[in-house]
């Protein structure tokens, strides 16, 4: 009997997974995003999306923009010979979202730089960023500002 009261709930969450799950589900999309808070004076900060390709076709992220920010560049992070840590603008292959895969932005690794801040980013705040995909997909998402 014990098998047969654990089959059903078993059978409902394999198919909320064939549904909502990544590959194959056909959407891209933004699925979490967040900009770290700043002190006073900043000229830059960091803001991470990720970006989630239930599609199956590669797709690159191709532009973002933020009316807050003057400039936006796309940053790669790396560790050089000194153990310091440099950002530099991400390559190509870098921004690549593979098919049924998630680009993911974290602090030191991939993320969006605002350059030219209008005011500090204080936690509480929202962002609006657009957000161009090289197959023409865009996304307007508002992305709170937290202290991490
Ligand atoms: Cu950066």
Redesign the pocket.
């Known amino acids: 009997m014990r098998s047969t009261v654990w089959t059903a709930p078993t059978a409902a969450v394999m198919l909320m997974v064939a549904a909502c799950g990544g590959g194959g589900s056909g959407v891209i999309e933004v699925a979490d995003s967040w900009a770290s808070s700043t002190p006073p004076n900043a000229q830059t900060a960091?803001i991470y999306v990720q970006i989630e390709n239930g599609t199956d076709a590669d797709d690159r992220l191709a532009d973002v923009t933020i009316d807050r920010c003057d400039a936006i560049e796309l940053?790669t992070t790396n560790i050089d010979d000194a153990r310091i840590m440099r950002?530099r603008l991400a390559t190509p292959e870098a921004l690549v979202i593979p098919a049924g895969e998630t680009l993911e932005m974290e602090p030191a690794g991939l993320?969006i730089?605002c350059i030219g801040l209008d005011a500090p980013f204080r936690a509480g705040e929202h962002l609006d960023l657009d957000i161009a995909l090289e197959s023409g997909t865009r996304f307007r998402i508002i992305t709170p500002v937290e202290n991490r």
């Open positions: 960091a940053h950002m993320h730089m």
